[in-house]
């Protein structure tokens, strides 16, 4: 259930999970956000902007160390030219106006997903990104961009079979670890949490291996209307659950 007052977040209680060390958000809603205005797509894309400034804040405020958003999947290739266009134009602006932002904040920025398929200027603000927030030792913003959870499995099971077949390692040394330390997010612990905004209840090919144990949460709102309270609400609601993990509670 959620809290009546979402602010107690903060304040310890053992009855409770602690607060979760990685929030993942499928960021979804933003079209359906602006037609319910009369307003163009990519209005809502850039409202969708703001919530994410807000969102990425309102996380390094409250002592979270990791938070995965789905920026844009492999799929979302498949839009039509002008509205790619437009999401590419928003986060090269994002990435070149927030850098100040980020570092103020002790943030430090990573990227995961096919970056031979983004613009060549925006790989290259990615990486000017990274290297300008290594450092940062308060939340880590992880961007999912021209991401997908079957390529990136795909990936690090041919890169896997290549260094067998090599020999540099044998097939009986693949297990779960050696598994996950192939995948993008080798250096980042699961998702204890996934939410997903606008009602819709699928993951939609986001950290599939990594989702294991997560928890769920889907939103009825969508991403553009997402705030620090609803951020707050849904810890609350994360942290009331009782993760087991596969075992037995007692
Ligand atoms: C889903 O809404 C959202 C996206 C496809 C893109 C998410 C992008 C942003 C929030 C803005 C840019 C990001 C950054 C990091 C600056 P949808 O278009 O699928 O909405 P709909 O399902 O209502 O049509």
């Known amino acids: 259930m959620l809290s009546s007052n979402p602010r107690t977040t903060r304040e310890p209680d053992p009855a409770l999970l602690p607060i979760p060390t990685h929030v993942a958000i499928i960021m979804d809603g933003n079209g359906r956000w602006a037609r319910q205005r009369g307003l163009p797509r990519v209005m809502g894309h850039r409202k969708g902007a703001e919530a994410v400034r807000t969102t990425v804040t309102a996380c390094g405020e409250l002592g979270i160390k990791y938070l995965t958003?789905?920026?844009?999947?492999?799929?979302?290739w498949k839009r039509p030219r002008d509205e790619v266009d437009d999401l590419m134009g928003l986060l090269r602006h994002y990435l070149r106006n927030e850098l100040n932002r980020l570092n103020k904040n002790n943030v430090r920025l990573r990227c995961i997903g096919?970056?031979?398929?983004?613009p060549r200027d925006i790989v290259d603000l990615i990486e000017e990104s990274e290297a300008k927030t290594r450092d940062n030792t308060g939340l880590t913003l992880i961007l999912a961009l021209s991401y997908g959870?079957?390529?990136?499995?795909?990936?690090?099971a041919r890169t896997i079979a290549e260094k067998a077949a090599?020999?540099?390692?044998?097939?009986e040394d693949v297990d779960e670890k050696l598994f996950s330390s192939h995948l993008q997010?080798?250096?980042?612990?699961?998702?204890?949490i996934i939410i997903r905004t606008s009602g819709e209840q699928r993951?939609?090919?986001f950290l599939l291996w990594q989702a294991a144990y997560a928890e769920l949460l889907f939103l009825d709102d969508y991403w553009p209307d997402f705030t620090k309270e609803k951020l707050l609400a849904a810890i609350d609601n994360y942290r009331s659950r009782e993760r087991r993990y596969g075992a037995r509670s007692g």
């Not at 096919?114 to 983004?118: A, G, I, P, S, T």
């Not at 090599?166 to 097939?171: A, V």
């Open 114 to 118: 096919r970056r031979d398929r983004l």
């Open 149 to 156: 959870a079957h390529a990136e499995i795909v990936e690090a």
């Open 185 to 192: 997010t080798a250096d980042f612990p699961d998702p204890d």
């Open 166 to 171: 090599s020999g540099e390692i044998r097939p």
């Open 69 to 76: 958003l789905y920026a844009f999947s492999s799929e979302n």
């Open 203 to 205: 993951l939609s090919n």
